[in-house]
């Protein structure tokens, strides 16, 4: 027999069933479409929130860099131009100055970044529980112990 025609096999032919049926059983009322589209909505704003604290870090660090090099190159002519010891001493001094200085900004800046993050983070989950808890006794949900302890 040829390789290019269909051969017989074991197996029966798929057929696709009915899901004329199945999406009856299967429909979701409203208010469990509009509880997944929220949840999504929230995951979606934690994880924009979360790239915008990496790109804020991210983009401290490219600056920090920059600047690194252009202290390291300044650092080199300076220490090629040194007449003695003395002074190319003088020029690792004012190197480490300028390393710790540029060291005490960079973790600033990360740490006020993290900071930033964690208060956006905070801000979407108050806001998402708030509107959980505003939707919850609207579905006929029952509400938590936490929230009817705080009520």
């Given at each position: 027999?040829?390789?290019?025609?269909?051969?017989?096999?074991?197996?029966?032919?798929f057929t696709?069933p009915?899901?004329?049926?199945?999406?009856?059983?299967?429909?979701?009322?409203?208010?469990?479409?509009?509880?997944?589209?929220?949840?999504?909505?929230?995951w979606?704003?934690?994880?924009?929130?979360?790239?915008?604290?990496?790109?804020?870090?991210?983009?401290?660090q490219l600056a920090?860099?920059?600047?690194?090099?252009?202290?390291?190159?300044?650092?080199?002519?300076?220490?090629?131009?040194?007449p003695?010891?003395?002074?190319?001493?003088?020029?690792?001094?004012?190197l480490?100055?300028?390393?710790?200085?540029?060291?005490?900004?960079?973790?600033?800046?990360?740490?006020?970044?993290?900071?930033?993050?964690?208060?956006?983070?905070?801000?979407?989950?108050?806001?998402?529980a708030?509107?959980?808890?505003?939707?919850?006794?609207?579905a006929?949900?029952?509400?938590?112990?936490?929230?009817?302890?705080?009520?």
């Open positions: 027999m040829d390789a290019r025609t269909t051969q017989q096999t074991a197996f029966a032919p696709f009915d899901f004329t049926a199945m999406t009856r059983q299967m429909a979701a009322p409203p208010q469990a479409l509009a509880l997944y589209k929220a949840g999504f909505d929230t979606l704003a934690l994880a924009n929130a979360a790239l915008a604290g990496a790109e804020r870090i991210r983009m401290t920090t860099d920059v600047e690194t090099l252009g202290e390291n190159h300044r650092a080199a002519v300076d220490g090629a131009a040194a003695d010891m003395p002074g190319l001493m003088a020029v690792q001094v004012g480490t100055r300028v390393y710790m200085e540029g060291w005490m900004r960079y973790w600033g800046a990360v740490a006020e970044a993290m900071q930033s993050t964690q208060a956006e983070v905070g801000r979407i989950l108050a806001a998402s708030a509107g959980a808890a505003a939707a919850a006794p609207a006929g949900a029952p509400i938590p112990a936490i929230q009817r302890k705080a009520a």
